[in-house]
């Protein structure tokens, strides 16, 4: 099992900036990536960014060039610039994982961003 707690999160106006950072905690060596995905009401829950054990990092094209994804082996962050409003979701931190041949996925509680015009 690999818990995972997000921090945050909050309004802020567009343009400006958040910093989101996710901590694991658990079985942390059967983690194979960690990301961040976000959800709007009444919509699919997204892809922002992800990025594996040796560093390499997915972002969707939404975000790319304004969100830049680390991770320190069981924190991952995600720096997000120039904020628009479009960006306003819950934002959860993702983890998946593999241990004795089974693949596993593992989600944070979520933590709202909320970017104002």
């Known amino acids: 099992q690999v818990q995972l707690v997000e921090s945050g999160g909050g309004l802020v106006q567009a343009g400006e900036s958040l910093r989101l950072s996710c901590a694991a905690s658990?079985?942390?060596?059967?983690?194979?990536?960690m990301g961040w995905y976000r959800q709007v009401p009444g919509q699919e829950r997204e892809l922002v960014a992800s990025?594996?054990?040796?560093?390499s990092a997915t972002y969707s094209d939404s975000v790319k060039d304004r969100f830049t994804i680390s991770r320190d082996r069981a924190k991952v962050d995600l720096q997000m610039n120039g904020l628009k409003p479009e960006d306003t979701a819950v934002y959860y931190c993702?983890?998946?994982?593999?241990?004795?041949?089974?693949?596993?996925?593992?989600w944070g509680q979520g933590t709202q961003v909320t970017v104002s015009s």
């Open positions: 993702h983890s998946s994982a593999n241990h004795e041949w089974h693949d596993y996925e593992y």
């Open positions: 658990g079985n942390t060596w059967t983690i194979n990536s």
């Open positions: 990025i594996t054990n040796d560093g």
